[in-house]
């Protein structure tokens, strides 16, 4: 039944890797018609009242722990987001992409003094393979690459840090919190911050903006509240570093999805940065799989072994 449980867990957070890629497109041509801070703070507090009209969805009335676990993840991902558009200020999209993406290798790292689990070389393994594929998708080899580290580059540094700590803390909060109470505290927590934000800067965070408007209602369902109900459902299943290994297939799909709507060709950096990540993939679950299965078999003999 864990297996299963796993399994139905993965294929989850492949969904929201999709969505998350699917909708990248569209944001990036909303951002050309506003603010960021603007279309964060209206794309979450839309969010925030589409699950919150969806109560029948709670398990369990909300208590003080969900309540301050879901703030604490909120704030995660608030951080992650300001810390990555700062840093686009001084480095380039290519650059804030890849250490974005370097959350894969912080959740494996992060998760021995935080969460006092060992670092297993298959997900060390993977996480590496998922690295390169990143990289290669991002078009830095040949292109700009890192080159000189800048302001910009430590600032996106940092962004992945926090990414990979809601990540992880998602996972220790998935078993102990209502999923959907731990979802809707961290939504409306994001849009607060975002609109705080947004106002600070003198927007009018409640304006129509008719030209955002499909971008905006696609985003806050698709992208947003599906994917922080399902990941807040189902991480209890499945372990932070291979949800961090399988986030990495956002850019995959980003990729398809601008070839598919934007006419944007994928190169052959990029096809081989997606056939690296899934690499990654298939590495960690068939290594992980094939000691599973000698462990199985050890312990099987050893029981015949007594019985004999």
């Not at 703030?71 to 990555?84: D, K, N, S």
């Not at 894969?104 to 993977?126: C, F, S």
């Not at 594929?133 to 800048?150: F, K, R, T």
Request: proline letters at 4%; aromatic letters at 10%.
């Amino acid at each position: 039944m864990n297996g299963n449980k796993r399994l139905v867990g993965m294929a989850g957070l492949v969904l929201v890797a999709f969505f998350w890629g699917m909708t990248f497109t569209v944001i990036k041509e909303a951002l050309d018609d506003v603010p960021v801070a603007f279309f964060l703070a209206q794309r979450f507090l839309l969010a925030f009242g589409l699950l919150f009209v969806a109560r029948p969805l709670a398990k369990a009335p909300l208590n003080t722990y969900t309540l301050g676990r879901g703030v604490l993840l909120g704030g995660l991902v608030v951080m992650g987001y300001a810390l990555q558009t700062v840093a686009l200020i001084d480095t380039t999209a290519s650059n804030t992409a890849f250490l974005t993406g370097l959350n894969v290798v912080w959740v494996p790292i992060l998760a021995v003094p935080l969460l006092k689990r060992r670092l297993e070389a298959p997900k060390a393994v993977g996480a590496v393979l998922a690295v390169g594929g990143i990289y290669l998708m991002c078009g830095l080899l040949g292109g700009e690459g890192l080159g000189h580290v800048n302001r910009g580059d430590l600032l996106a540094l940092a962004c992945s840090v926090f990414f990979a700590l809601h990540i992880l803390y998602t996972g220790r909060y998935a078993s102990r919190c209502d999923s959907y109470w731990l979802a809707v505290i961290q939504l409306g927590t994001i849009g607060v911050l975002c609109g705080g934000a947004a106002l600070a800067k003198g927007q009018p965070l409640f304006s129509w903006k008719p030209e955002i408007a499909v971008a905006l209602i696609l985003c806050s369902f698709l992208a947003t509240v599906l994917p922080f109900l399902i990941q807040t459902t189902v991480q209890k299943w499945v372990s932070p570093s291979d949800t961090a290994l399988i986030f990495c297939l956002e850019p995959v799909f980003a990729a398809l999805f601008a070839w598919v709507l934007a006419g944007e060709a994928m190169g052959r950096m990029e096809y081989g940065g997606a056939a690296l990540i899934l690499l990654g993939m298939v590495v960690s679950e068939r290594w992980k799989m094939g000691k599973g299965e000698g462990q199985r078999l050890k312990a099987k003999g050893e029981g015949l072994r007594a019985k004999g």
